[in-house]
Structures are given as C-alpha cells and as structure tokens.
C-alpha cells in the first residue's frame, strides 16, 4: 500500500509565519515611527534592547514550546479583535501609545488563538516585556517629572541641612553657600525610571520563583530609583559645594547620571537576595 504523503516541516512553519507576517506588514509604518524614536529620544534609547532580550529569553526557553501542546484558544481571537480595533481608533485619534500598545496586544492575542493557553503561560512574560519598548505619552511623562524633581530638591536640601550645609530649596533650586543648583527635568529621576522599570522587570523574573516576590521587587524599583535619584543629587551638590561647579557639565554630569543605576542595581540585588530567601 503507498505511504500517505506527509506534509513536509518547512510548509508547516511556513503556513505559521504567514499570519505573524501579515501583523508586521500592517503595523510597519507604527514600527518604523517607534524605531525613530528610539534613536532619537535619549529617554527610550534602551527600546532596542526590549525585543532583543524577549527574544533570547524566547529562545532558552525553545525545547519547552516544541514540547507542550498546541491547540487553538478562541480568546486569542477576542484578542486579535480589540488589537486591531485599537489600531483603527488610534489612527485617527493619532494617539501613539495605544496605537503602539495594540501591536502588543494584538500580537499577543495571536499567539494565544494560533498556539493556545500553554504556549502563552511560558510566553506571557516576554510578550509583556515588550511593552517596555513603548514609549510612555508626554503627558504622563511631565505630570510625573516635575513631582520627581520636587521631591529629590526636598530630600537633598533636608539631608544636606542635616549634616550642617545650610541649604535652602527655592522651587527646584538648591542654594548652598553662594553656589545654586538646579535639579532639571533631565535630573528628575524619569529617564532612569523608564528604564530602570524594564531593568526590574527583567530581575525580578529571572531570580524570583514565586510570582508575589516577583511583583514586590519590580514595584520596588520605583522607590529604588528615586533613592538613586537622591544619591545623585546629593554627591553633585557636596562636589559643587566642596570641589567646583563644573561637576555639573559635561562630561562630569553624565558620569553621575550613571551613578542612579549603580545605586539602583545594588538595592535591587540586596532586596532581590532577602526576598529569595522570605519566599523560598
């Protein structure tokens, strides 16, 4: 008797791509307008890293898919539905965010209609993760800056007068023995937030087990940030008050600009070892 003839395995993964393909097509003039500004917004310069890193966790993760069963959810589709639903409004709303956030979502809702629910409980992460490349809207962003930047000149004045400097803050001016300082929107702490969120992310889910301890830590990075955020300030101010002003240009200031991740990384990898050890 003849052999029934089997589809071959590049068909397959062909007639799989197809779909992902038509996503890319439709949403490329988005993706291309989100690659701009990635180069040219200094504030979202780590977008490039998002997808490079979903996709290498992807990839360690690649025996584990090929191994779970793959059966259609119909959710996905409901999905898929309010995505593109998005898409539309969005476009003629020409509102950035959610046109950006639907291509997440709509990807997403793919993935779970075409692969089922137990791809997407090994995958909900990375596809998350992608909405770290997403810049977050103007409006957020300067309603959260200036707090930011209140609250680093209230503490910095506060701990410099504790130690006997005499500081006073005007708005978000620090005057201190002749010299002033201005904590700047650049030096409010959003721009490390922004990326020190998709930092904590990443942690969090890479040394954490249980999903509560990965939930504290990442909420955690926003207070962590505003404490390296306070540390900067603070050297900058004693340097400015006790060696020269020029430690705030170029390229000194940048130099402490890094010194908010340093910070940062420590606290996140202190608190990330107490946890592993409160929720083992």
């Not at 589809?7 to 779909?19: H, Q, S, T």
């Not at 780590?46 to 959810?73: A, T």
């Not at 593109?84 to 709303?93: R, S, T």
């Not at 942690?203 to 955020?229: D, E, M, R, W």
Request: proline share 4%; glycine share 6%.
């Amino acid at each position: 008797m003849p052999e029934i003839a089997r589809p071959k395995p590049v068909r397959v993964i062909g007639l799989a791509v197809i779909p992902f393909a038509a996503l890319v097509l439709i949403y490329l003039p988005v993706l291309y307008d989100l690659l701009v500004d990635w180069y040219t917004d200094a504030n979202y310069s780590h977008g490039f890293l998002v997808p490079i890193v979903s996709g290498v966790l992807l990839w360690k993760k690649r025996r584990w898919l090929l191994s779970v069963s793959r059966i259609r959810d119909s959710r996905g589709l409901i999905l898929i539905i309010v995505g593109l639903g998005l898409f539309v409004i969005a476009n003629g709303a020409a509102e950035y965010f959610t046109l950006r956030f639907s291509f997440v979502l709509t990807l997403f809702g793919l993935i779970c209609y075409l692969f089922g629910k137990e791809v997407i409980k090994l995958t909900w992460f990375e596809l998350f993760f992608l909405v770290f490349m997403i810049p977050i809207p103007y409006v957020i962003y300067y309603a959260v800056a200036f707090p930011m930047q209140a609250l680093a000149t209230k503490i910095t004045v506060s701990a410099l007068n504790v130690i006997g400097m005499g500081a006073i803050r005007q708005g978000n001016i620090i005057h201190i023995s002749g010299h002033s300082l201005e904590v700047a929107e650049a030096c409010s702490g959003i721009r490390s937030l922004v990326s020190l969120l998709a930092l904590g992310a990443i942690y969090a889910h890479v040394t954490q087990k249980q999903f509560s301890a990965k939930l504290i830590l990442f909420v955690s990075t926003i207070p962590i940030t505003v404490v390296g955020n306070v540390f900067r300030v603070l050297v900058t101010s004693l340097l400015v008050y006790m060696v020269t002003e020029k430690v705030t240009e170029e390229p000194l200031h940048s130099l402490m600009g890094i010194s908010v991740f340093v910070v940062a990384f420590i606290l996140l990898f202190v608190l990330g070892l107490i946890l592993r050890r409160i929720f083992k």
